[in-house]
Structure formats: structure tokens, C-alpha cells
């Protein structure tokens, strides 16, 4: 079946970029999702990209998807305190199951 | 009204008690899920209901039974649960059909089996 894998940590200081990093082997994606969870919370999407996009740019965030390499990443700019959580990378399984990887854990350092 | 609200937030019952979980949503959706979440992985889903109907059930035990009265409320009937059942739960909705990863998550019934 799909497997959606990511980078389980990541630790930058406060004004840094992060770059979180996720692979996923179903090449007949048409949606990959990014959600974040802060501790305590539920899930929240922060973006999409339609797979026939290579990148998508909304604010502080940057989606590149290199469908060749079945390689999806977030960048986020500025990264600030409140930015600290898990993030999930998930693609549309052909069964319409959301798939999720493992989650990368953000640590913002102040 | 852009929320799923999930009540109660944490939950602590017995092996034999019988509980349910409530997810309620006014934004006209018309896809609600269940996810399990574990400490530190990802969610699992559990069923999904589309108009009112049950569409996605991935084997959960009959301890577990859903329940979808109307398009805005969901509920997650447990009965008989086992200490592993121990978990977040996550209800979810959307406003496309199930063909769709665009979902608004609340923020979970923490549930704790003794």
C-alpha cells in the first residue's frame, strides 16, 4: 500500500528556515497535504499541492514537489516560537484514506 | 462557525463501563471521520461517515460503534474497551465528499481505559 515517510525531528533557532522533508510512493497522487499539530491539539491543515504543481507559496510557507523523485518538502521562513509542532506530510490514497507519515516534531529555538 | 467540537475533552473509564464521544460541526459539511491517535504517530483512521451514511469502516473492533444522527453530529459509541484502547480521538470533518484530504480536525477526547 501508499507509504508516506518524513524526517522524525528537526531543531533551528528562532528567525531560521526549516525545511521539512517527506516522501511518499504513490505515483498516482493528485493532492499532497501538509497539517500541523501543536501539543495538545488536533490536526490543522496548512497547505496542499495539486501534483502537477511544482511549488506553492503561501505567506511564510513554501510547498516544492519533485514528482519524479516522489519528494515533497515544507520550507517555512522566519521561523518563530509558535511555530514549534509536529508536522504531517499526507497524500490521497487511491481508496480516498487520507495517508499520513510519521510526523516530523519542529523545535524552535529562542 | 468554522469548528468541530469535540466533547468531553478527556475521558477516564473503566473496562466495563459504557461511554460515548461527541464531535459536532455547523459548517454544512457533509464528511465526518473518526482518527485514533496514539502519543507520538500519526492518526489511523477509524470510519467515515458521507452524507449521514456510513462509507469507510477499516476493521475496527465492535467495541467501537459510530454513530452519525444528522449531518452536523457524530458520535463514537465504546463499550467493553481494553487498556490499549487508550488513545486521542480525533473527529473530522469536510466539505467535499470522501475524495478529499482537505479535512477540519477538533481538538479531541482523550481517552484513558483503566
Known amino acids: 500500500g501508499e507509504d508516506v515517510e518524513q524526517s522524525l525531528f528537526l531543531s533551528v533557532r528562532e528567525g531560521d528556515s526549516s525545511v521539512i522533508n517527506c516522501t511518499y510512493t504513490?505515483?498516482?497522487?493528485?493532492?499532497l497535504y501538509w497539517y500541523k499539530q501543536e501539543p495538545g491539539a488536533g490536526l490543522q491543515l496548512l497547505t496542499y499541492i495539486f501534483s502537477n504543481m511544482d511549488m506553492k507559496q503561501d505567506q511564510r510557507l513554501t510547498v516544492l514537489l519533485n514528482k519524479k523523485d516522489k519528494h515533497l518538502s515544507l520550507r517555512i521562513a522566519d521561523t518563530q516560537t509558535g511555530d514549534s509542532a509536529i508536522y504531517f506530510c499526507a497524500d490521497l490514497d487511491g481508496g480516498n484514506k487520507l495517508v499520513f507519515g510519521a510526523g516530523t516534531i519542529l523545535r524552535v529555538k529562542s | 462557525d468554522t469548528e468541530v467540537t469535540q466533547t468531553p475533552k478527556h475521558l477516564v473509564m473503566g473496562m466495563t463501563n459504557k461511554k460515548s464521544l461527541k464531535c459536532e460541526q455547523h459548517m454544512g459539511h457533509r464528511a465526518m471521520y473518526w482518527y485514533k491517535q496514539k502519543a507520538k504517530k500519526p492518526p489511523e483512521l477509524m470510519f467515515v461517515y458521507s452524507y449521514e451514511k456510513l462509507s469507510i469502516n477499516e476493521s475496527v473492533p465492535s467495541r467501537f460503534s459510530p454513530e452519525c444522527p444528522n449531518s452536523s453530529l457524530l458520535n463514537l459509541h465504546l463499550h467493553a474497551l481494553q487498556p490499549e484502547d487508550s488513545a486521542l480521538y480525533l473527529c473530522?470533518?469536510?466539505?467535499?465528499?470522501?475524495?478529499?484530504?482537505?479535512?477540519?480536525f477538533g481538538e479531541g477526547s482523550r481517552l484513558t481505559v483503566l
Open positions: 504513490d505515483s498516482s497522487s493528485t493532492y
Open positions: 473530522a470533518s469536510s466539505p467535499f465528499e470522501t475524495d478529499t484530504g482537505e479535512l477540519f
